[in-house]
């Protein structure tokens, strides 16, 4: 019976750990840092709420898309934020409106 109970709290203490690095860089924050990144790259402001585009396994970096603007131009800035949430841009784009 102790085995039982101490492979028990060792797998509980295992997901406890893992689950707390999993969770390092929710969505809200990898969104916030990628929009102020992105709005240092670019010199201009978020117009539209950045998205989740995709999340890459293994590694749980986070595609990120932020929408910034400057004067009469518009961009999609592309980037990952890792669990630390540090962010690297990897693509812009533009367009005018």
């Known amino acids: 019976m102790f085995h039982i109970k101490a492979r028990l709290l060792m797998t509980l203490f ?19 840092a990628a929009d ?29 898309a932020s929408y910034i603007k400057t004067n009469n131009l518009y961009y999609t800035i592309f980037s990952l934020v890792n669990s630390q949430c540090k962010v690297q841009i990897i ?5 005018k409106h």
């Open 14 to 32: 295992t997901l406890m750990i893992s689950s707390s690095s999993w969770s390092a860089c929710n969505d809200y924050d990898a969104k916030n």
């Open 91 to 95: 693509k812009r784009t533009h367009g």
């Open 36 to 64: 102020k990144v992105a709005e240092k790259f670019i010199k201009g402001k978020v117009f539209h709420q950045a998205e989740v585009l995709k999340v890459h396994r293994p590694s749980n970096r986070k595609e990120i």
